[in-house]
């Protein structure tokens, strides 16, 4: 038995009420809902832990859910350091004040017992729990929870997690945790304090300081009360950060101070790092147990923040980096270039280019800097906006003298920049190189132009001009073809892949992955068919301007898209076959992304298919990287599922945009294939929801087709739940404060059409659609306009089976089974179901028996499922009536029809005519004698002999009243029971 013992002298020491009771709400209080959901949710079982670092709003979110609680008895006690003995006395006062007879002497054992008595259950909740630091504590409470009858619920405050045995809870299922990533407030919660606190706040002000704060409440609250009476909060917002006065004091009080000495040594040498390892740490520190400190780090302070993308390693949060840096200054000037030093020989060791680069510039290594730069150019530069990137640690300019001596060191400081998304740095020294750029040794200046021609192209990217990108890249190739300069390939790099161990790198020997459709394999650079389709853009002539040979029909050898822009084997293709393939390499991935951008992915395609082929063979890893997540978009839009894997999956350690964009692939494949779950949390990755901002990136940090395609897929994601407001506001902020191309703007008015047909609006959906398809019928080629009538005629015909005209979608459907390649297979099945549900709504049974059994064979290699749930009861009878007439993909159509709820699948099913229900095995092979098996192979499925399932079968016949296979199959279905 446990034994916990007061001493009877302390009760002589009166208890502070003010412990007792809820503390005051601050001056400004903030409604958060989606957090006392989750408290109203976790009160109901038996730990509730709500564990973060100072500053995260920990005891105003659990005082406002107190407060609210009018039925709900909570028992509140605030823990203070020396509290000791007196803890258990304390607990049992806060528990009487609602009704618990708990005598003076209170321990454990009799407060679960008084506790035990009560007529309901009682919210004990324990403020700074992590104070109370007696072992005896933890085993008190842990004892208390299980032994109060379930009578008492523990909700928990606390820094660290506290050793109460919640292994236990959470295999159970009884602990309710909020972290700090959960206290972090959103952007719409940032911007109703930045209101309730009297502050202007557009929509740019509220994500800068966002961003600049990470949610972090503490910097929020500190920012507001500033911001109030600031007269410039535009400058203010700008300069924010962990070294502002208030925002210091803090964190060194109440975060830095609480770790003891060789942590707080760790953290300030490796502030200058992002991202941190226990690798790196090691080399910064000289220590040997890094990791395991970064780990214990991670454990007990919200302000290390482990990287999903990289095992092992860390950030900072932005302000507390910004502090950490400033401290070490301070503290430790003199190792501040050291360590940079130290950091930039660790990355260039392992063949990290933009780390090593930032590093050595910021510890005055301009000898290794214009080295990487020489050796690395490929790998420094950026291709297109990053998304909500967390910024890196600034780096110093240098001195004019240094510039001087060697011009090139401008354009490794422009490359640094650009890497850091600098836009107006990077300018200033891509300005500063060309003006020195006489002063290069004669030998030395045709590598300079090529390096500085590939990051005015990386820049002109950045800053989002699309329309600069070819001409810049175009430019990089002629200085390529007519110096004769032979870019550095990496060492170890073969024609069918990337060495191993590379950063960022994807499968060693991997290949490129096709893209099938007109044109033949990646590898020659073969064009990509566009997108579109069932919940998503809809085609490549109504989406995309086509390009390419086989929609032109002129072209008779393969073209680079230099080649292609219009003068065919002229100039601009003649540069690119000159030029070294890493220079090759180069161009293409940056054609790509900006053709992407554009919302081209007939164009994207084709360039990022042969970029990606280049890089691989130049054993390149950033421009791979930035070509296979994208490629994997266009993939998946195109309904090629299986290449979109593979290519998503290439490079798991790619830059922040590049895993969004396999993240965003992964979910369009979820999607098309009814996995509706795993399509959430990839498009969580790719695009963390943002209530401001409708789950879409901010649209100063991205660009155009990215936010889109995620709005389609959120929209698409709603609509499967049923939440069709919600699937229109993820369309709705997909436009907000953008300027889109006409042809994203394209994607947008199909999915928002299929949302009004899916509520039955009809004439609304026919109304978003007549532009597109009037717009996309009036282009010029042949081969645009047949696939542009295919994606608007899709929705279209949508629309007129919603209105009940079958006739009508029949007509504007095209011959979906002739179609030309440029149509995406999306859209192909789409129509071909489509196609079939109007026909047998026409009572053309044959025709559509026959039009089904195409689109399943289209479908099935692929996965295609979401096309058949979302199609509602007229898909569910025609692939019933399917299985009936005989289909040579019986296990899918089986699988869809029993995933697909038959009209009024809310009610319960009828009872058969003999009152006799079926059993579960019964009903199992009824289920069989849909097919065309026969006895004997439904006995193999089974596993059961060939006599177990006639009995089955017999007894099936008597409980429906039927005699024959088929009259029970239909008998089974008239009772909802397939």
Known sequence: MHEWHVGTEEHAIPLLASKLSVPPPPEVTLARPRLTRLLDAGARGPVTLVAAPAGWGKTVLLGTWARAQPDLPVAWYTVEAGDGPRFWTYVGAALGRHGAAVPEDADPERIAAAVARLERPIVLLLDDLHLAVDQSVAEGLDFLVRHADRRLNLVAATRTEPPLGLHRWRLSGGLTEVHAHDLAFTREETAELLARHRVPASARRVGDLHLRTEGWPAGLRFAAHSLYAHPDPDRFIAGYGGEHPSVASYLVDEVLAGHPAEARDMLLRTSIAEPVSGELADALTGREDAARMLAELERTNGFVVPLKSRPGAYRYHRMFGELLRAELRRRSPDQVTDLHRRAAAWHADRHMPPDALRHALAGNDWNRATELLVLHWPELIPYGPEND???????????????????????????????????????????????????????????????????????????????????????????????????????????????????????????????????????????ARNAGGHGVPASAATLARNSGPAAAGAATEELSPFGRAGDGVGAGERAFRAADPVTRAVALAAVGVAEMESGDLVAAGYALAAGLSEARAAGLTRPASACAGRLAVVHAVRGELRDAGEAARAYPGGSVADRAHAHLALALVALHRDELAEAAAHLDRAAPPAPAHGGVPPADRAGTTFPALVAVVRAGLSEARGDLAGAHRAIAAARADRALPPLVERWLAIAEADLHTARGDASGARGLLGPAVRDSGRDEAGGRRAAGEAAGAVALARAYLCAGDPAAAARVLPPWDDLEAAVPLAVRVDAGLLAAIAARRTGDHRRAARDVEAVLGLAGPEGFRRVFTRGGTDARDLLAAHLDAGTAYWPLVADLVAAMPPAAAADPPASPETGETLTERELTVLRYLQSMLSTVEIAGELSLSVNTVKTHVRNIYRKLSATRRREAVRRGRELRLI
């Open 389 to 527: 990137q967390p910024p890196a640690p600034p780096i110093p300019p240098p001195p004019a003298s240094a510039l001087r001596a060697d011009p090139a060191l401008a354009l490794a400081y422009a490359a640094a920049f650009l890497d850091a998304q600098d836009r107006t740095s990077a300018t200033a020294f891509l300005r500063l190189a060309q003006r020195h750029r006489d002063r290069m040794p004669q030998g030395q200046r045709a590598r300079y132009a090529l390096v500085a021609a590939a990051l005015r192209l990386s820049e002109a990217q950045l800053y989002g001009d699309q329309a600069a990108v070819l001409p810049a890249a175009r430019q990089m190739l002629d200085l390529s073809a007519n110096a004769g300069v032979a870019a550095a390939a990496r060492p170890g790099a073969t024609a069918g892949g990337t060495p191993a161990g590379m950063r960022n790198g994807g499968p060693a020997g991997s290949a490129t992955p096709p893209v099938r459709g007109n044109g033949g394999p990646a590898a020659t650079g073969s064009p």
